[in-house]
């Protein structure tokens, strides 16, 4: 981040905490001075770890997940019909890679290497992974996370029945 934005970060937070209107009253000694110091935590970790904490980015998902109804419903309801097949063929989860390829497993691999393949795969392109990184990081990770998902789900069904 612009050092520019810290300072005025830092000089809004103090403006905040000096001003007497407050998320909670300071006139309450102790209880007034929890908000004002959640935000000093807040700043202080995302100055270390140039990130919010975890919490932080569900908070904001499950607050502000529905604002514009249109563009989510269709990324659901897209998944869904992927998800249960009800997709066409050629927009299907699978179009243009078989789930093996996806996984990174050769065809014929056993149950245990495709598992491990999942859980590294899960791993590195889960979501919370690249919270820091903007909305379109996240985006695409998760895209590619929901291919692995429907990869694993399709190979592990296979390989049990």
Known sequence: MNPFWI????????????????GMPDII????????????GLLAYYLRYKRLPGFVNRL???????RDPGSSNRTNT??????SGTGSAKNG????????????????ASIEEIQA???????????????????????????KFVEIQEAYNFLN????S
């Open 7 to 22: 300072i005025l970060l830092v000089i809004l937070l103090l403006i905040y905490i000096i001003s007497p209107i407050d």
């Open 29 to 40: 000694p102790f209880i007034g001075w929890l908000d004002d110091t959640l935000l000093v």
């Open 60 to 66: 904001v998902r499950m607050f502000f997940q529905n």
């Open 78 to 83: 897209s998944s869904r019909q992927e998800a």
């Open 93 to 108: 989860p699978f179009a243009s890679k078989d789930p093996y390829e996806i996984l990174g497993v050769k065809p014929g």
């Open 117 to 143: 393949a999942y859980r590294a795969a899960a791993q590195q392109y889960h979501p919370d992974k690249v919270a820091h990184l903007g909305d379109e990081f996240q985006e695409l990770a998760q895209k």
């Open 157 to 160: 069904d296979n390989m049990h």
